[in-house]
């Protein structure tokens, strides 16, 4: 069944997704800030709006995919009174668990329905329609989302009430970056040892150690060769955005009270990293940071 979506946010995640919806039969109606992202819109076949107001007037679904929560919520003050009733509204955008509980109540409150669906795999996922979403929300609304997120993911996981689809990313996440410092401490240590990082890598990676920081995005050239660390570290998932997520999983750890020592010490090597200007480098790319900072 062919759907009417307004597309909000037509970047490097929403461009190649609204593509998708398009390519698969749906109407899409976007708007984005940036002329660029228009220009390509209109390529991909999408028809574009003037406003964002104007792109969600008459369509029955709005998914926006916009760079933080305070994006996202100052765009809802603006576009929820003029979508029709009983419009659902998914946002895709990676934000705080807490902005996307109350995006969610504001769509309510404005007689709309709403998700939270957050994203992994990156540029390359949603080119390919191969992202993992996690949702947050109603069965209901979950079963209406469905549909159009399977267009452009091969995963649809329904995380539970509003906002858990957020809460399961940062929690990934979280896990993601601490077991990447811990995967590049060990190589550091290992190469003051005198041990190959081969050696390392053959041992590890059939042993306890074994996980997908090592065995996928091993964060040193050699042993995996589809790393990013085989490719002067361009990523893949940067630094950047390693950065924001760890932020928001560390807002939410205090904000929740969690005694979490190693989730927050990773935020903070991932800020410093990318302030040191290692953003836009693959996020495996903080084993150069560990191996310039420790002693001779
Ligand atoms: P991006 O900066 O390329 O795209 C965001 C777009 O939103 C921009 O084109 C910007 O002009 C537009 N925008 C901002 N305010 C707007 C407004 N008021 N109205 C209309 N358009 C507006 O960012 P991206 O890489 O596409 O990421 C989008 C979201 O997806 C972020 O929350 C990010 O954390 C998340 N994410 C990104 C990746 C990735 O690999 N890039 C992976 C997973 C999740």
Redesign the pocket.
Known sequence: MSTTVGF????????PMAANLVKAGHTVVG????PA?LEQAVKDGVTVADS?VEAVREVDVVIT????GK?VL??YAEILPAAKPGTLFID????DVADARAAHDEAVEAGHRSVDA??????VG?TAGTLAFMVGGTADDFESAKPLLDVMGKKVVHCGDPGNGQAAKICNNMILGVSMIAISEAFVLGEKLGLSNQALFDVASNASGQCWALTTNCPVPGPVPTSPANNDYQ?G??AA?MD??LGLAANALKTNGVEADLGLRAAELYSRFHAAGGGGQDFSAIINDIRERSTE
């Open positions: 909000l946010g037509l970047g490097h995640m929403g461009g708007f984005d800030l940036a992202a964002a995919m916009l760079p933080s994006h100052g765009l895709s955008s990676t934000i957050p994203v992994s795999g990156g540029v949603a990523p998932f940067a955005l924001k997520d």
